[in-house]
């Protein structure tokens, strides 16, 4: 047993509060602690002389600058964090001797990094691409971390193929061209060479990979682990984490857009709710197979380019977790931060997963090289809040000083201390499993079936998805300059489904498949499909974010009402006007503008509102920034509200076949296909039906949209 520590949400705050800098500090110091006279001018030899070698002020101030960067992660290099904490729903004591999974009381204090995968650290965050969601847990028995991703499955099947899969994705060798990007040649060549990939391009290309928000996706463990018991009973796992605000997607137009309007998109929601408050939830699940029921599937539930459908393995929702802190200093903790999905405590193994295998090697060999040395883990946001004792020992920046004068085990001059502990100590033991078979280099039989779980995916999506991700194979493979590889693409892809591939071929400039192809498999997943996934949330409008629209002359009365609705179902509304400062309504009331055409777009909001005031909506008129955030946000699906004059802005946009409030039934609320208008603005049916649209998230039923420009 760990003796001696209080473990309580406070006490990672206390454990990085030895190190944390003081706000108040006064004076200018050097790293020796000397006070600094002077940090703008250097030492010299006379007033027109050389800088002097004995400036040490300058020369630490610099040495220390020129090794500012350290290396960054060969992936997931961009990435956010953010603290809070877990707690467990009811004891899982039946199925794990977890500690963290048994007293529903108990608050773990954990760490949360999402990320991009293949972006530099300085990339922008919309890119298309699989978001990692790494948890570390700060148990009672030790830091235990869950490395996973936003989508179920991965790439390829066996970790030794990782360095291929990775240098294949990343910018091409000769000129490192493009940043944060699938859509090249390197890439679709091993995809065409690998068909195991199937299943994961699909999800890639799906809108599963534009998450609106690091708060509206899910959350996967991937790999297949093991819960253990304290009888040592074992049972296949997988995990999952689900958010409240549900399963949320940007569009693709939008994601490109806001690369360049804002890159760091993803990053500043996070940290915003964070800040105001809207603290992130997750909840936590699991999907349990008994040992014994191993092979009663029709894929091996070993295989990560494979999910356990949820009809068949339904998930148990045993936790949650919120954020609830953001990080005093991104690179001490965000950057500095190392998971690992070997970080295990006792209730919880690995399963023979091969990617899981690899990867349980790959963490800390490379965090050895990015954090410099064996002694990471002594950085703050790394050490479990557990003592930790053992005879490693030096290494470069070694900070822990240990006593005494032995260093190995077992020993009679330290009194045989730190010695191991048994199980009934809390020694971690490895599950017995048995294991037996010749030395091979081969995968079994199920884990060549390809296609039947991609297959199951295209089945599982909606109408929209489906359009969706064929315009993802439209620009993606459109990209590929080596026509070989795209028609590469569209045979592998007949395999999964013939439709499929003769709607990519379209696309990109190739022949269709000779004959239609494609995998028996009919049966259909709906969780698989984020829209229709019952994991999915749409009654609420919690902190999505609106634009109003307003110029000189607003009606206050309507643009109020609604304001009020609005902040009353949790969303948050900005005011954007062609100059910042402040506008005056009809009535002489006045209002602060937050944000300019120029420092702002229409593909950063969820939603537009234009109230009525026939001096505003007249000036609006004539002002295309205007006319364009409506055109833009009607082209990508979201929500349109306008009242009283404000009516008359969208009819200026020509949004086609769009029924709009008329000016005889005053009282009329009129919503069609995601546009809410009304000649009588501002009142509660309005605001019920401008709110429900909102909450809808998009509404992809705008046949007409692609005749508007965006
Ligand atoms: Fe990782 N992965 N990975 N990965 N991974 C890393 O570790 C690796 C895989 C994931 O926010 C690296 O410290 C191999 C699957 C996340 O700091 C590296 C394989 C999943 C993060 C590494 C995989 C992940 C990483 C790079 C086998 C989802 C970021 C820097 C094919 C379950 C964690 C580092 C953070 C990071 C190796 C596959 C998730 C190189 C060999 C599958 C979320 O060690």
Same mark, same amino acid.
């Given at each position: 047993m760990h003796k001696g520590k209080i473990i309580n949400e406070k006490s990672k705050d206390e454990q990085l509060e030895i190190v944390r800098e003081d706000p108040e500090r006064e004076f200018l110091t050097t790293n020796q602690g000397v006070r600094v006279s002077e940090t703008d001018i250097s030492l010299k030899a006379g007033e027109r002389g050389p800088t002097l070698l004995e400036d040490f002020h300058f020369r630490e101030k610099l040495t220390h600058f020129d090794h500012e960067r350290i290396p960054e992660r060969i992936v997931h290099a961009r990435g956010s964090g953010a603290y809070g904490f877990f707690q467990v729903y009811e004891p899982m004591t039946e199925y794990t001797s977890a500690k963290f999974l048994q007293d529903p009381s108990k608050k773990t204090p954990v760490f949360v990094r999402f990320s991009t995968v293949v972006g530099f650290r300085g990339s922008a965050d919309t890119v298309r691409d699989v978001r990692g969601f790494a948890t570390k847990f700060y148990t009672e028995d030790g830091n235990y971390d869950l490395v996973g991703n936003n989508i179920p499955v991965f790439f390829i099947q066996d970790a030794i193929k990782f360095p291929d899969l990775v240098h294949s994705i990343k910018p091409e060798q000769d000129n490192q061209i493009p940043q944060a990007s699938a859509a090249h040649d390197t890439f679709w060549d091993f995809v065409a060479c690998h068909p195991e990939n199937a299943h994961m391009i699909m999800w890639v290309l799906s809108d599963r990979a534009l998450p609106r928000s690091y708060r509206m996706m899910q959350g996967f463990g991937v790999n297949t682990f093991r819960f253990v018991n304290s009888r040592g009973k074992g049972r296949f796992v997988k995990f999952h984490w689900k958010s409240p605000l549900g399963i949320h997607s940007l569009v693709w137009d939008e994601t490109q857009k806001i690369a360049g309007k804002d890159p760091d998109f993803n990053r500043r929601d996070l940290w915003e709710a964070i800040e105001m408050g809207d603290y992130p939830e997750y909840e936590f699940g699991v999907q349990m197979i008994e040992e014994e029921d191993? *092979? #009663? *599937?029709? *894929?091996?539930?070993?295989?990560?380019? #494979?999910v356990w459908p949820e009809e068949d393995v339904p998930i148990k929702w045993i936790g949650k977790m919120t954020l609830n802190r953001n990080p005093d200093n991104f690179f001490a903790e965000t950057e500095q931060v190392a998971f690992c999905p070997a970080n295990v405590v006792p209730g919880i193994d690995f399963s023979n997963d091969p990617l899981l295998q690899g990867r349980l090697f790959s963490y800390l060999d490379t965090q050895m090289i990015r954090l410099g040395g064996p002694n990471f883990q002594e950085i703050p946001i790394n050490r479990p809040l557990v003592p930790v004792a053992n005879n490693q020992r030096e290494g470069y920046h070694r900070i822990t000083i240990n006593k005494g004068k032995t260093s190995y085990f077992p020993n009679t001059v330290g009194n045989n201390k730190p010695r191991p502990a048994s199980a009934e100590e809390g020694g971690y033991a490895h599950y017995m499993e048995k294991v037996e078979g010749k030395k091979i280099r081969a995968r079994s039989e199920k884990f060549k079936d390809f296609y039947s779980q991609a297959k199951l995916f295209w089945n599982s999506m909606s109408k929209p998805e489906k359009e969706h991700i064929i315009e993802a194979f439209h620009f993606e493979i459109g990209k590929v300059k080596d026509k070989n590889i795209r028609q590469a693409i569209v045979d592998m892809f007949n395999n999964v489904d013939g439709d499929l591939a003769i709607e990519i071929a379209k696309g990109v400039g190739v022949s269709a498949p000779a004959q239609k192809g494609g995998s028996p498999v009919t049966k259909e997943s709906p969780n698989l499909s984020q829209e229709r996934s019952e994991h999915n949330v749409k009654n609420t409008i919690k902190t999505r974010k609106i634009a109003i629209i307003l110029a000189d002359g607003y009606n206050q009365k309507e643009l109020s009402q609604v304001m009020q609705a609005l902040g009353a179902g949790g969303a948050k509304a900005e005011i954007i006007s062609k100059f910042q400062g402040m506008l005056k309504s009809s009535d002489g009331g006045e209002i602060e503008v937050d944000k300019n055409y120029r420092t702002t777009a229409s593909v950063l909001y969820d939603a537009v509102y234009i109230p009525g005031g026939k001096e505003s909506v007249e000036t609006l008129k004539t002002q295309g920034d205007a006319i364009h955030f409506i055109n833009e946000t009607f082209r990508h699906c979201k929500p349109l509200g306008a009242t009283g004059e404000g009516v008359e802005l969208l009819k200026a946009a020509n949004l086609p076949d769009i029924k709009l409030a008329g000016q005889k039934s005053a009282d009329k609320v009129v919503s069609d296909k995601g546009v809410v208008t009304a000649r009588n603005g501002g009142n509660s049916s309005f605001n019920e039906a401008f709110t429900s649209a909102i909450a809808q998230h998009r509404h992809w039923d705008r046949e007409k949209k692609e005749q508007v420009p965006a």
């Open positions: 191993e *092979f #009663k *599937f029709d *894929f091996d539930i070993l295989d990560p380019t #494979k």
